[in-house]
């Protein structure tokens, strides 16, 4: 089966560096996506990671580590448009299609 | 740019009603998804499709059909719906090859009484 974990809540001050974290569980692998959301907003995507590795974004930066099972959203210079909900996801181990998601993660930025 | 339309933000129905929920992406997508999100959930799908006229079951299928009879329109269908179905509804969509960056609408906000 599949499982995602990451934390419910973080919270950081504007202008901080903050990182998300993910770990995962899954019989087949085919990278990890992350996601943001706002309050009554539609997810919208960040970054994808197929391979072990940085990739680097602007401000943002997503990190994976399969030998880990574990990745991480690395989020700089901190602003206060930031506060929203992260989701990472991962392909569904028999189609790749589908993606499934972590429960997600709600950063509160303050001033 | 890319976008992906729902028809309604907010609905409200009776139980038992048959509801249909409609979603129109206009980027020539291949791969089209209906999730439910709930609080402390994530997102859930419930049926994807990849092909006109083809779909296959997500995660939480029951009470739910769809259907396809256009590339660029994807139909959620509540049979006979129940207060458990009340839920936050987001469509998707995806090019056939990058399939972990989706395009989401900006929900229905479906309210079952």
């Known amino acids: 089966g599949q499982s995602l974990e990451q934390p419910s809540e973080v919270t950081a001050v504007e202008g901080a560096i903050v990182q998300i974290n993910c770990t995962y569980q899954t019989s087949g692998f085919y990278g990890l996506s992350w996601y943001q959301q706002h309050d009554g907003g539609a997810p919208t995507f960040l970054s994808y990671n197929g391979l072990d590795g940085l990739e680097e974004t602007g401000r943002f930066s997503s990190f994976l580590s399969r030998s880990d099972s574990y990745g991480y959203l690395l989020l700089q210079e901190l602003q206060m448009k930031d506060s929203a909900s992260y989701f990472c996801?991962?392909?569904?181990?028999?189609?790749?299609?589908?993606?499934?998601f972590g429960s997600g993660t709600r950063l509160l930025v303050r001033p | 740019d890319v976008k992906v339309t729902q028809s309604s933000r907010y609905l409200v129905k009776r139980t038992g009603e048959k509801v249909f929920l409609e979603c129109v992406q206009d980027m020539d997508h291949e791969n089209m998804f209906w999730y439910r999100q709930d609080p402390g959930l994530g997102l859930r799908l419930i049926y994807f499709?990849?092909?006109?006229?083809?779909?296959e079951k997500g995660d939480i299928p029951e009470g739910y059909s769809v259907s396809r009879e256009k590339k660029e329109r994807f139909s959620l269908i509540l049979e006979s719906a129940s207060t458990n179905q009340t839920s936050m509804y987001l469509c998707?969509?995806?090019?056939?090859?990058?399939?972990?960056?989706?395009?989401f609408g900006p929900g229905t906000r479906l309210t079952v009484t």
């Open positions: 996801a991962v392909s569904h181990p028999r189609s790749s299609y589908k993606l499934i």
């Open positions: 998707a969509s995806t090019p056939g090859t990058r399939t972990y960056e989706q395009y």
């Open positions: 499709s990849y092909d006109v006229k083809m779909k």
